[in-house]
Nanobody
Framework: QVQLVESGGGLVQPGGSLRLSCAAS????????MGWYRQAPGKKRELVAF??????TNYRDSVKGRFTISRNNTKNVVLQMNSLKPEDTAVYYC?????????????WGQGTQVTVSA
């Protein structure tokens, strides 16, 4: 069984910072990459940032220069969010692309709320 446990969401004023963390655990054979998606009310879930096993990163344009994704170790990913804007408000979901036993699949965390408001 694979679990992704997120932490670090909350309420912050515009221009502030938050740090999201996600830890993967369980029967993981290969962790190809981890990342963060977000979903605002009435909108589709969208990629925020992703980092591969090799360390390559990918960001959506609207967060480039403000957000940084990194891996503390092979099973932990951190999203540092600076200069937050009200449009960054959403539920943020940790995602992992991994091989568990014999099947490669996407796994998701339970989500953590990020609210940017004065």
């Amino acid at each position: 069984q694979v679990q992704l446990v997120e932490s670090g969401g909350g309420l912050v004023q515009p221009g502030g910072s938050l740090r999201l963390s996600c830890a993967a655990s369980g029967s993981i054979r290969i962790l190809y990459g981890m990342g963060w998606y977000r979903q605002a009310p009435g909108k589709k879930r969208e990629l925020v940032a992703f980092i591969t096993e090799a360390g390559s990163t990918n960001y959506r344009d609207s967060v480039k220069g403000r957000f940084t994704i990194s891996r503390n170790n092979t099973k932990n990913v951190v999203l540092q969010m600076n200069s937050l804007k009200p449009e960054d408000t959403a539920v943020y979901y940790c995602n992992a692309d991994l091989l568990a036993k014999f099947v490669r699949s996407d796994y998701w965390g339970q989500g953590t709320q990020v609210t940017v408001s004065a």
